[in-house]
């Protein structure tokens, strides 16, 4: 069974235990089985490693990543920036909390996708509007990203611009989980003023 199928299974079932199984708080998922249902297939669901790529490149403030892994897995490596909320603890209410103030788009990912599908379910039928899984996880971030290289003799602007972009996302991946926890955040400052500085700005 491919991934989309997987998937798509996996977002009916999720879609009809919130109606059958409803959270003692009436009224907490607001979106239908069918609309979440109908999800399974909607690619308009589903963020590219290369989209993500560009948005922490220009750390793009409309977009919080969520990493739905165990924390130890997201503690040992994760993309730049994003959130640890693990899927068992997604409706937790000070996750809710959190996730709703955080506005703009949700992008959840795992290792594959199937534990972010379900993330992005919940987070649905919990009342957010914009939320996305990113296709593949963080196997087709390593994938697509991190080892991607460039063979041949000629390279078309597209081509090149794209390469680019996956290049500095992996330095920019690389370096960020090479600092300890505590240094991380201060890497995006840092960055900010370098780019100040080569943009003949000040500090």
Not at 102 to 130: P, R, T, W
Not at 157 to 171: I, S, V
Not at 177 to 187: A, R, Y
Request: with cysteine; net charge negative.
């Amino acid at each position: 069974m491919n991934t989309r199928i997987r998937i798509s299974v996996l977002l009916v079932l999720l879609g009809l235990f919130l109606a059958l199984f409803p959270e003692e708080n009436p009224g907490r998922y607001r979106i239908s089985p069918q609309e979440l249902a109908r999800w399974a297939t909607a690619d308009s669901m589903v963020v590219f490693p290369d989209e993500v790529a560009r948005w922490i490149n220009s750390e793009e403030q409309e977009v919080t990543l969520i990493d739905v892994r165990h924390r130890e897995e997201y503690a040992a490596c994760r993309l730049p920036g994003a959130l640890s909320v693990p899927l068992e603890e997604i409706t937790d209410p000070q996750n809710e909390d959190l996730l709703r103030n955080k506005g703009g788009k949700l992008v959840f990912y795992s290792n594959d996708e199937e534990a972010a599908a379900a993330a992005q379910v919940l987070a649905a039928g919990m009342g957010h509007s914009q939320v996305y899984r990113m296709s593949g996880g963080m196997n087709a971030w390593f994938e697509t990203v991190m080892n991607s290289s460039f063979s041949g003799e000629r390279i078309t602007a597209r081509e090149n611009a794209l390469f680019t972009q996956r290049l500095n996302a992996r330095k920019l991946f690389t370096r960020y989980n090479s600092l300890p926890d505590s240094l991380k955040e201060n890497l995006f400052v840092t960055r900010r003023l370098e780019k100040a500085r080569m943009d003949g700005g000040c500090e």
